[in-house]
């Protein structure tokens, strides 16, 4: 074999005419690709009374910068075949914190930080990556969907605009008013984990993926009728080491005027001492085997009577030793209000996995969720509404005999909307969250109280966001 030896303006040469024979113009490469996103900041300003239930705790609170973008591209349909390809930004929560200085695992000041910041709201940028890519086949003779490769988990266990998978999903249409899905993942991630770590500034996970396989069908079924609209859903999983068998089911009635809605979720926990959620155990972050969760919602809407407003009643409970029966920390699972779940003060979580919010400290042998919750909306013009979030809740923890204790919690929420164009949107909402506990439980990662620990906590949180989507 000889080997030809070219200059380095040789070699630009060739390059050259290589690129250009297969080069095409923008205009047309482009050529029909649907494009689709969204650009959303947000401002979060946290204030915090006896923190993790300490007398005076330091830490007062924090303020965040948060900046979000999302571009999703689809190819047209070619041959039954089309691509998707989204890129997304998503900054780390900036903690700017008044210059408070900065605090630990276990909301404590660390010395020496007084009068600093991290990041200060424009620290250096490091999540951007790829959302989806994947392969999209739409058979002619069927009204089947096949997707493969990296996508959004759209399961009512997952968090739609975070959580992701790489696998392969199935849906079919074939029978009328049903759907019909199968999905196989042999990876995937949520936003809530935490595998071992947590971040102090942010408790988001790290972006680790999970290795385990998670396998899932569903049936879903929509009927009109002449009073309303029908919809049912019924879906089954299973994952390896982590979840033996779960089910979610919905079913519900709507029409313009009034909905009811119910759900109910089961979860098998595999409790294998090799497995991932017993080890979280060791950590004091799991429960017995059998979870389930249900929740039963109502509400009404007056504007066909000319009187812009809506009313919504729930609740939210559990029969079974737990209510870990979701993936992500939230889900598909009907509820309002916007800060009594995933954090210390209630030691809510619904999720199967290790992640924020679980308050216990060691290994404990269930927990019960008690919920009622409403909300009431109003619009005061065709394009701003103002609304107010309630909720009352206990979360009795189990420990085992003499080592029982409830966290009663109330959160009040008022929220204002202004869809200022198709586009463009403003919401900001002012959260005040209050709970008190027995004296026996203590908050994750906090160990054993101080003798000036307190029996009652206050998180305040002031957001507002700016949204624009494509």
């Given at each position: ?55 005076d705790n330091a830490d007062k609170g924090v303020a965040r910068h948060q900046w979000r973008a999302e ?242 009643l729930g609740y939210m409970g559990n029969t079974q030793d737990s209510y870990a029966v979701s993936l ?143």
């Open positions: 074999m000889k080997f030809l030896k070219l200059s380095l303006a040789a070699c630009v040469a060739v390059c050259g005419i290589v690129s250009s024979a297969s080069a095409q113009d923008l205009e047309e490469a482009i050529r029909g690709v649907d494009v689709s996103g969204m650009l959303r900041y947000r401002y979060r300003d946290d204030r915090y009374t006896d923190r993790n239930y300490v007398k571009a999703l591209f689809k190819t047209p349909v070619m041959d039954a075949v089309s691509m998707n390809l989204s890129v997304r930004y998503h900054n780390p929560e900036q903690n700017v914190n008044h210059g408070n200085g900065l605090y630990d695992n276990n909301g404590n000041l660390i010395p020496g930080t007084e009068g600093s910041s991290k990041g200060f709201g424009a620290g250096k940028d490091s999540s951007f990556g790829v959302g989806e890519f994947n392969v999209v086949i739409t058979p002619d003779f069927t009204n089947t969907t096949i997707k493969a490769g990296k996508m959004i988990l759209t399961t009512p266990l997952n968090d739609p605009l975070d959580d992701r998978g790489t696998g392969i999903l199935a849906m079919n249409s074939d029978l009328s008013h049903w759907t019909f899905v199968g999905g196989a993942f042999d990876s995937w991630s949520i936003d809530d984990f935490q595998p071992g770590y947590v971040d102090p500034f942010t408790g988001n996970n790290t972006g680790g993926s999970i290795t385990k396989p998670l396998y899932t069908i569903a049936a879903l079924a929509n009927y009109e009728t002449s009073a309303g609209n029908i919809g049912a859903q019924i879906w089954g999983f299973k994952i390896d080491d982590i979840l033996d068998s779960g089910m979610f089911l919905q079913l519900g009635f709507s029409n313009s005027l009034f909905h009811i809605t119910g759900q109910y979720a089961f979860a098998n926990l595999d409790n294998d001492p090799q497995h991932l959620l017993a080890q979280a155990a060791y950590n004091g972050e799991r429960v017995r085997g059998g979870a389930d969760l249900y929740t039963l919602e109502a509400g009404v809407r007056f504007h066909d009577y000319n009187v812009p407003l809506a009313l919504k992500d920390n939230e889900g598909s699972f009907n509820k309002v209000g916007q800060i009594w779940f995933e954090n210390n003060a209630t030691g809510v979580s619904i999720s199967t996995l290790p992640i924020e919010g679980q308050s216990m400290s060691n290994v404990h042998q269930g927990n019960s969720l008690s919920v009622f919750y409403g909300s009431l909306n109003y619009d005061i013009l065709d394009n701003l509404n103002v609304g107010i979030e309630y909720v009352n809740g206990t979360n009795e923890l189990k420990y085992g005999v003499g080592s029982n204790g409830d966290i009663d919690f109330q959160e009040i929420t008022p929220i204002i909307r202004w869809q200022y164009t198709k586009n463009l949107a403003f919401s900001t909402y002012y959260a005040m969250l209050t709970t008190d506990r027995d004296k026996n439980i203590s908050p994750k990662n906090v160990g054993v109280l101080p003798a000036n620990s307190t029996d009652s906590e206050d998180r305040n949180r002031l957001q507002v966001e700016v949204r624009y989507t494509f």
